[in-house]
């Protein structure tokens, strides 16, 4: 998305939740944060991604700017080091929103919106689903556009030997092939998720075949 499109992304999502006057400084801290020179994947690229996803499907949501609010802060801190950036991007977008005039409940539901970007669960509700879904469109790109996320995933795991690194990513994609459904909103479903399972079977037959050890995985 152009930087015009994410700013008016970002002043539609708060004028949703009933806050006027959206606090640019906010929206340009945020995309300054996307582009940490840790990240490779989650960048300002998979944010512009997300958000035009969201853009062709918002009709779907019952809250559509707690969900555009969910995606810009899903991965606002991102530390490839820590266990908890879901957690402490959550809490972030809680009191960023509570700070500036948005309703408690409102906060809270993205709170868990962002949350439920751990993909330790099947997605409950609309805009979980809606969200999840668009949070791994890039299960379903182009083989060229996968391609490249895997590398750039890798990138961002580099410091992890690959044997240790390769069979913790096949564990991961594993989750996702074994899914009944990767994508559970109708569209993305009917668009994405037979690119998604032969993308995903062609990179797990590229990972090589040990045992993965019990430890942290590597992020989707």
């Known amino acids: 998305m152009t930087p015009e499109a994410l700013l008016a992304n970002w002043n539609a999502a708060w004028r949703a939740v009933g806050v006027a006057g959206a606090d640019e400084a906010l929206c340009i801290e945020l995309q300054h944060r996307y582009c940490e020179p840790q990240r490779h994947y989650h960048t300002l690229q998979h944010l512009g991604e997300c958000l035009s996803w969201f853009e062709r499907e918002k009709s779907l949501a019952e809250r559509p700017g707690e969900v555009a609010l969910a995606l810009w802060f899903h991965d606002a801190i991102y530390d490839v080091h820590a266990h908890d950036n879901e957690a402490r991007s959550a809490d972030w977008a809680r009191s960023a929103m509570l700070e500036r005039g948005a309703q408690a409940e409102a906060a809270e539901r993205v709170h868990a ?90 990179s797990i037959a590229a990972t090589n075949l040990i045992q993965p050890p019990r430890a942290r995985d590597c992020a989707a």
């Open 113 to 202: 919106l962002v949350m439920a970007t751990r993909h330790d669960a099947v997605p409950e509700g609309r805009d979980a689903e809606l969200l999840i879904d668009i949070d791994l469109s890039i299960l379903g790109a182009d083989r060229a556009r996968f391609d490249e996320y895997e590398r750039q995933v890798h990138a961002e795991y580099a410091f992890v030997p690959d044997e240790i690194r390769l069979p913790r990513r096949r564990v991961i994609l594993q989750r996702f092939l074994s899914r009944e459904a990767i994508y559970t909103t109708p569209r993305m479903h009917a668009l994405l998720e037979a690119q998604a399972r032969a993308n995903l079977v062609r």
